[in-house]
C-alpha cells in the first residue's frame, strides 16, 4: 500500500556531498516518521537519520551528526538526506523507511514498516 523510491545516489569524493531523495507514494496517510538506514560491504544495517513527519523533529547517529542533514516535503510525500563531508566509510547502499506506528528509539529497525530498495552511495578515497 505504501511504495517507496529513493534516489540522488551516485559517486562522488571524499569531501563532496550528495544529496538523497525518498518519494512515497500509495497510502501514505498516517506517516509518523520517515528515516534512513545504511549498509556496508560486509556490515550490518545502519541507523543514519530519521524524522518525525509532523512534527519535523529530527534524529542522527553520532557518526554523522553535524555533517548531514535529514529534512520532508509534507506536500511532496518526499524525505531528503543532505550530506556534506562525506567520508570513504559512508559509502553503503542507503535505505529509505517509513513507519505508521509510534516509534520509541527511532534507531530502532523493526520500528520502521516500509522500505525501499536503496540507491548506492560510493565515496572514493
Known amino acids: 500500500q505504501v511504495q517507496l523510491v529513493e534516489s540522488g545516489g551516485g559517486l562522488v569524493q571524499a569531501g563532496g556531498s550528495l544529496r538523497l531523495s525518498c518519494a512515497a507514494s500509495g497510502r501514505t496517510f498516517g506517516t509518523y516518521a520517515m528515516g534512513w538506514f545504511r549498509q556496508g560491504p560486509r556490515k550490518e544495517r545502519e541507523f543514519v537519520a530519521a524524522i518525525k513527519w509532523s512534527s519535523g523533529q529530527t534524529y542522527y547517529a553520532n557518526s554523522v551528526n553535524g555533517r548531514f542533514t535529514i529534512s520532508r516535503d509534507n506536500a511532496k510525500n518526499t524525505m531528503y538526506l543532505q550530506m556534506n563531508s562525506l567520508k570513504p566509510e559512508a559509502a553503503a547502499l542507503y535505505y529509505c523507511?517509513?513507519?505508521?506506528?509510534?516509534?520509541?528509539?527511532?534507531?530502532?529497525?523493526?520500528?520502521?514498516?516500509?522500505w525501499g530498495q536503496g540507491t548506492q552511495v560510493t565515496v572514493s578515497s
Open positions: 523507511t517509513a513507519a505508521f506506528k509510534i516509534i520509541i528509539r527511532m534507531s530502532n529497525p523493526s520500528a520502521y514498516g516500509y
